[in-house]
């Protein structure tokens, strides 16, 4: 595996998932998902992987220095 793909799909997962949870918050309007709690959720778990993918990473990234 190359070593900018993980912290690529860290970075997205984590846009993804605040965008998802602020939709289903219904603070970002204009979608299906935008007051619902199951998409809050959902979101609220991408954004979770996605900094825990980021942050795992970044330090074996420093690690291997």
Do not use: D, E, H, K
Not at 42 to 59: D, E, N
């Amino acid at each position: 595996m190359t070593r900018w793909l993980p912290p690529v799909l860290g970075a997205l997962l984590v846009i993804i998932g605040a965008v998802w949870t602020l939709q289903g918050a219904n603070l970002l309007g204009g979608s299906f998902m935008s007051g619902s709690r199951m998409w809050l959720v959902i979101g609220l778990v991408v954004l979770i992987a996605g900094v825990a993918l980021l942050s795992r990473s970044l330090r074996a990234r420093r690690a291997r220095r």
